[in-house]
């Protein structure tokens, strides 16, 4: 299994910009679709932003769509998720995730993904 460790999270003004960063080792990454997903305090864990295997396809959560931007780097072996105009309700805990998947595939549900970091802690200030 791949082992996933998430940073860039922080505090940030509602309205401003965060990138978070998911850095892979252990594993092949190019075998994997790569998530991110999110859990605020009290409320389940949920999707936010999918890319495939081969970088091609993303999928995103409606709540994210427009401002947010997920990427891969199969050299660096890490993923990314750029989040813009920021709100407060996407206040969370972002986890990464790996898949193993088909090429052009965008997991997208808790069940499809087999490994996850520890997460990093998104505050946004409104």
């Known amino acids: 299994q791949v082992q996933l460790v998430e940073s860039g999270g922080g505090l940030q003004q509602a309205g401003g910009s965060l990138r978070l960063s998911c850095a892979a080792s252990?594993?092949?990454?190019?075998?994997?679709?790569l998530g991110w997903f999110r859990q605020a305090p009290g409320k389940e864990r949920e999707f936010v932003a999918s890319v495939s295997r081969s970088g091609n396809y993303r999928r995103y959560a409606d709540s994210v769509k427009g401002r947010c931007t997920i990427s891969r780097d199969n050299a660096k072996n890490t993923v990314y998720l750029q989040m813009n105009s920021l709100k407060s309700e996407d206040t969370a805990v972002y986890y990464c995730a790996a898949a193993r998947s088909a090429l052009y595939y965008t997991p997208s549900s808790r069940a499809e993904f087999d490994s996850w970091g520890q997460g990093t802690q998104v505050t946004v200030s409104s």
């Open positions: 252990g594993g092949t990454f190019s075998s994997y679709g």
